[in-house]
């Protein structure tokens, strides 16, 4: 099932987006951007599900000895939210911008989805692998720069035209471990995660054919869905 963003929350994920003007849309229409918007993330999601081995990877951090546990749902931010039935660590961490679309796109995209009563196929694929570039790009028009999709540290500055995934775990759980316990299992969770996030980073940009970059992020790197105080994507 899909649902559709809200209007506030549309505009916390994107506040500079200057490629559409939301409030001044009529509300019929305002209604099915919304949903188109949330529809096309949904998709996305699914293609990665369906041509990738991201979930193998998913399924390799919840049965590691380890003990990745997951966030709970109170703690996780919008994005990961948003496909937490999905995957319990990686999620979809790019923004949506059906806005980059033409006219005709956006028409044909919701044709399609009432023509497939939503369910994910073969020519929603397509449709998607033919214009996710643009719908994954923070800003049109502009030459390929690096922006930030968290704190202001080199650790989350990624290409802007770059399919952005998340991964998160409940780092901070302790499971009756001691200080010192907990910082050497720490260590070696971190050194686990990074070497896994090289190999599906290489593995998810072969295969796709397109940039894409996995962004790890932890209780002080992520806003959570309920922290309406800033912009739920830092510095875009």
């Not at 998709?43 to 997951?70: A, C, G, M, R």
């Not at 919008?78 to 319990?88: C, I, V």
Request: overall charge negative.
């Amino acid at each position: 099932m899909i649902n559709s963003i809200t209007e506030e929350d549309y505009k916390l994920l994107v506040p500079k987006d200057t490629s559409v003007d939301i409030d001044s849309m009529e509300e019929n229409i305002k209604k099915s951007f919304l949903f188109l918007t949330s529809a096309y993330r949904y998709f996305l999601l699914q293609l990665l599900l369906s041509k990738t081995n991201i979930k193998e990877y998913d399924d390799l951090l919840s049965s590691s000895e380890l003990k990745f546990v997951p966030v709970l749902d109170e703690k996780k931010d919008y994005y990961q939210k948003d496909n937490s039935e999905l995957l319990k660590y990686f999620y979809l961490r790019s923004n949506i911008y059906i806005s980059h679309l033409s006219g005709d796109e956006i028409i044909n995209f919701g044709n399609l989805y009432k023509k497939h009563n939503g369910q994910y196929c073969e020519e929603i694929e397509e449709f998607l692998l033919k214009t996710c570039h643009k719908v994954l790009t923070d800003y049109i028009g502009k030459e390929k720069f690096n922006i930030c999709y968290g704190p202001s540290n080199d650790s989350f500055s990624v290409p802007c035209d770059s399919l952005k995934i998340g991964v998160r775990y409940e780092e901070f759980y302790f499971d009756g471990k001691d200080e010192k316990q907990w910082d050497e299992n720490h260590e070696k969770q971190l050194d686990f995660l990074f070497k896994m996030i090289d190999e599906l980073e290489n593995n998810l940009t072969k295969t796709l054919g397109m940039d894409v970059r996995i962004l790890y992020y932890n209780d002080f790197s992520v806003v959570k869905k309920n922290d309406s105080s800033v912009s739920l994507i830092w510095g875009v």
